[in-house]
């Protein structure tokens, strides 16, 4: 029995601990991969420590998480107790009912209807801006709340009665009975409470997404918008380091209580003794001590938020929206553009600024918090469709020209898209073409032309397929010929029929987990876009050989840097957009991308190719025929409401095949 | 003592006001918008047609034949939901219980160390631990590559339900744990020790001393799983090749499809079954709950 335990026990933290030490060994990954260890290395810490965007997310989490903490630890306790004591049954079970409702939403609604609540509580007092550090830390601390309320109640319930009421008859007042007889008893349940909201906020990201206001963001909101190139070991090499911290905390305080501590607490035993007072109580001195630890953990976060609200008012602040993983970020040295960019226009105009650099995971979610209307940002990089949708719903400012010299060098394919057919609302940033990737260890290269590849069956079990219905519905509808854009419904149910086909050949439908299936060669075919392949290609394992093609036709995509409705200032917004647009910053952008750019300065840079390398540029830059004319019939639109519910209810009858 | 009890009441009863509160302002009204959505059309104009699309929406599948049969759409979506959600609680529990209880029974150091083992885990972002899990359980992957090595060949786990239920019980056992032991360490264990000096049989002593006397822990314990399992979408994404459908998935769909009042409809519906589901629970149980067995 005692053995069977002691197997039993160690097997369960071999299994606790499995993907713990599968992070520690990436985080050493000397390439960018998550599933192919190429050598050991140690720049993703060096990278780490120079990523002063996610150290800053990182101060943001903890600051948030002892907040909603503690809050949510003193006003649930204190709920629990009352609840406890409450003596209408049917108002304690309303409130019972009432605590699991935070629970049993599912994240994404809970993050919605708190900002649909927050914005409109704003709207009826007159607040611009309202979601802020405060409205997520309301909405950590409604979450938390729950958890703690669970831990301590049950705990209160097992007490045995009797003894607050006997401390009461022997004389205690009612606060003194429940303060040295109750709360004792209590008192792990309390803790772990605490313990349970730290962590729960700590690791939240849909509920914070929603809620959060322009410029402050968080570790896994952070990590969840790294959708464009997937996770960086960077986070793993940062949970590496949380680890370890927090071991150490552990053995530290382990330590201390089993030797010295120890012995101080027998001296001042046998000292009390000798004086001939009463032993002091235990309970209380722990009481005492998590009291103090407690303070000091408030101090700590008042604090820091100070310091957050000190920087916040600098003079002048451009707020940046663009997706996660999208932007030079000074990474394996290159060119940090936000932070160049403030040192610029502090020499050139003498004036500081501060950019406030924030990140979305898709167009949907950048729609829906700037639809909101409750958060203000100045510069937007979203993607052609979601453009035209939001010039049709007067979201989008007209762009002043003579601010933005530099859109002289978009090359002329860019011009009169379909998407902003008078090239006033946008200015594009970058754009991608999707391409076929295959492994060509496991493909023969007879096999490698078009999209019927996607439907071979000698590969069944080894292709991959987008996991949003656009694009998955995209291949099927380029492979029949037919127009991505249309309105038939028919047309739209023969290419279910396709893709359901096609299903039983599908290893995997993914989006950023591309990744890590085509490097290790767990998937040997996958649609994808042009820039992605080359990232792929980097951290390949060694079995593994990918190639890449473009299937005719095929789908294009263009972000491009907008300013929306909310902005605060247009110009400084204008000047941010044109310094994007120059030489040095463009050609950072690109590189690390790896996205072709529609700036002439870019592409025709000597560098620039030299850099990329012949077989890259070849790809990144097929040299189209007629480049607008090819974008304007195969790239997306924007659907109506109703086509996209139908496709939807389409996709969802694939999905549950 | 009436009047000290009286004046305790009163204290105590203001205790819970903050609450109160709280939970008017931040989650009976964001529950009304869910409420206002679930019930409202693409105008605001009142409708049910959300709540009866989820009841009666079909989709045509491929039976075992090939041939196609129709479904209900929502229906077959939160079986499957609640199935994955059912198996990934009931294996929490049969791995959470003894562990929890051979936590409680360790030296209160040893308990200590445990307990923050358990926790730290957590508190590694949840997206990179359940990338660790996609690394582990690849067919390449580094279990895979560890059986291999072995010679006792290779096992598919990735996509499978095996592999969607792993990320569900590793991310959530601590739920589990958390309250179960914490109920334990609080049991009093003269009581197990008498039922055995009466000749109690272990099965007994289990199944008559402690097993009510957890059962706060457990229905605790099985609420903070079960709930949150039925309606995650990120690990069955990742760690069954996105090949599941959940209702997390479909809430998400329906959101990216700009179906918001789809989405609140659904997730109405989950709140009601399961605030259902809950109160059933409550009530066989209230016996452990609520006093009784547990004085």
């Known amino acids: 029995m005692k053995r069977a335990s002691k197997i039993f026990t160690a097997l369960m933290f071999v299994f606790l601990f499995a993907p713990i030490a599968i992070l520690l060994l990436f985080s050493f990954n000397e390439a960018r991969s998550l599933s192919v260890f190429s050598g050991f290395s140690l720049k993703w810490y060096r990278e780490l420590f120079r990523d002063t965007e996610t150290l800053k997310t990182v101060r943001n989490t903890l600051v948030l998480a002892v907040c909603a903490a503690g809050v949510s630890t003193v006003m649930g306790t204190a709920a629990a107790v009352g609840i406890h004591r409450m003596r209408s049954k049917y108002l304690r079970s309303a409130l019972d009912m009432v605590t699991n409702i935070p629970m049993i939403n599912p994240d994404i609604i809970t993050g919605i209807s708190m900002m649909l609540m927050f914005v409109f509580a704003s709207r009826l007092f007159g607040f611009a801006a309202s979601l802020s550090f405060i409205t997520l830390l309301i909405a950590h601390i409604t979450f938390c709340l729950p958890y703690v309320i669970l831990q301590v109640l049950p705990r209160l319930r097992q007490m045995d009665k009797s003894l607050p009421e006997a401390a009461m008859d022997l004389g205690c007042t009612p606060w003194k009975a429940f303060w040295k007889v109750e709360l004792p008893e209590i008192m792990p349940a309390i803790v772990t409470g605490m313990i349970m909201a730290f962590t729960l906020s700590l690791d939240d990201f849909v509920i914070s997404y929603f809620t959060t206001g322009t410029g402050f963001q968080t570790l896994p909101i952070r990590i969840y918008n790294m959708t464009k190139k997937t996770v960086t070991p960077d986070m793993y090499a940062l949970a590496t380091l949380i680890f370890f911290v927090i071991l150490a905390l552990l053995l530290l305080s382990n330590l201390t209580d089993s030797e010295d501590s120890q012995k101080l607490r027998a001296a001042r035993r046998a000292k009390r003794a000798a004086a001939g007072k009463p032993p002091a109580d235990p309970r209380k001195q722990r009481i005492l001590y998590a009291c103090g630890g407690s303070l000091a953990l408030v101090a700590v976060a008042a604090a820091i938020v100070f310091a957050v609200t000190e920087t916040d008012n600098k003079p002048q602040v451009l707020n940046v929206y663009n997706w996660g993983e999208y932007i030079s970020d000074g990474s394996e040295g290159s060119m940090d553009v936000v932070k160049e960019f403030e040192r610029w226009y502090q020499e050139e105009y003498g004036r500081p600024v501060q950019v406030n650099y924030t990140t979305f995971a898709s167009n949907e979610d950048m729609y829906a918090k700037l639809s909101s209307g409750a958060v203000r940002y100045d510069v937007v990089i979203p993607s052609d469709y979601m453009i035209a949708r939001m010039i049709e719903e007067d979201m989008l400012l007209p762009l002043d020209f003579d601010n933005i010299p530099n859109y002289q060098y978009i090359s002329d394919d860019f011009h009169g898209l379909y998407y902003d057919p008078d090239d006033a609302y946008s200015v594009p940033y970058a754009y991608g073409i999707v391409g076929v990737i295959y492994n060509a260890n496991a493909v023969d290269e007879a096999d490698a032309s078009g999209w019927d590849l996607m439907w071979n069956e000698k590969y069944a079990g080894q292709i991959l397929q987008f996991n949003n219905s656009r694009d998955a519905f995209g291949t099927a509808m380029y492979r029949a010929g037919m127009d991505v854009n249309t309105t038939d419904r028919s047309l739209w149910q023969s290419a279910l029929d396709d893709l359901l086909a096609q299903r039983p050949l599908v290893k995997s439908y993914v989006m950023d987990e591309v990744y890590n299936m085509m490097e290790s060669g767990e998937g040997a075919v996958a649609a994808y876009y042009a820039g992605d392949y080359f990232t792929m290609l980097d951290a390949q394992a060694d079995t593994v050989d990918l190639r890449f093609y473009y299937p005719d036709p095929t789908n294009f995509y263009i972000d491009a840097m907008c300013v929306p409705s909310c902005c605060q200032n247009k110009q400084l917004a204008e000047i941010f957009i044109n310094y994007m647009l120059s030489q040095e910053p463009a050609i950072a952008n690109a590189e690390y991308t790896w996205y072709a750019s529609p700036n002439t300065l870019v592409y025709e840079n000597q560098d620039y190719i030299d850099e990329m390398g012949e077989d890259a540029m070849a790809i990144l830059y097929p040299g189209w025929d007629d480049f607008a004319a090819q974008y304007n019939t195969y790239a997306y639109r924007n659907l109506d409401g109703e086509l996209l519910d139908y496709i939807n209810s389409l996709w969802e009858t694939l999905k549950i095949n | ?295």
Not at chain 2, 60 to 66: K, N, Q, R
Not at chain 2, 117 to 137: K, Q
Not at chain 2, 244 to 268: S, V, W
Not at chain 2, 279 to 284: F, G, K, T
């Open chain 2, 1 to 295: 003592m009436t009047k000290k009890t009286t004046r305790r009441n009163l204290v105590t009863g203001i205790a819970a006001s903050p609450y109160e509160l709280w939970a008017v302002v931040f989650i009976l009204v964001p529950l009304a918008f869910v409420a206002y959505y679930a019930f409202t059309d693409n105008s605001f104009r009142f409708t049910t047609a959300n709540i009866t699309r989820f009841f009666t929406a079909t989709s045509s599948v491929a039976g075992e034949d090939g041939a196609g049969r129709e479904v209900r759409t929502y229906l077959l979506i939160s079986w499957r939901s609640l199935k994955l959600a059912a198996i990934s609680t009931v294996v929490c529990l049969l791995l959470g219980y003894p562990l929890a209880y051979i936590i409680s029974r360790a030296s209160p150091k040893a308990q200590k160390t445990m307990m923050t083992l358990i926790m730290i885990p957590m508190w590694m972002n949840f997206l990179i631990r359940t990338y660790a899990w996609m690394t582990i359980l690849q067919d390449t992957g580094i279990l895979n590559n560890f059986l291999a090595g072995l010679h006792l060949g290779r096992v598919h786990i990735i996509g499978t339900e095996t592999a969607v239920v792993i990320g569900m019980v590793y991310d959530y056992l601590p739920y589990m744990i958390l309250p179960l032991y914490s109920i334990m360490a609080k049991m009093d264990h003269r009581l197990i020790e008498a039922a055995r000096d009466l000749g109690c049989a272990p099965v007994g002593v289990l199944r008559r001393v402690i097993l009510p006397l957890s059962m706060p822990g457990v229905v605790n314990g099985v609420t903070m799983v079960l709930i949150p399992s039925i309606s995650t979408f990120y690990i069955s994404q990742k760690l069954g090749d996105g090949m599941f459908f959940l209702l997390g998935d479909a809430i998400e769909g329906q959101y990216t499809a700009n179906n918001l009042h789809f989405a609140a409809a659904i997730a109405f519906i989950l709140m009601v079954a399961l605030l259902a589901a809950m109160a059933v629970m409550r009530h066989l149980t209230s016996k452990y709950t609520y006093g009784g067995a547990a004085a």
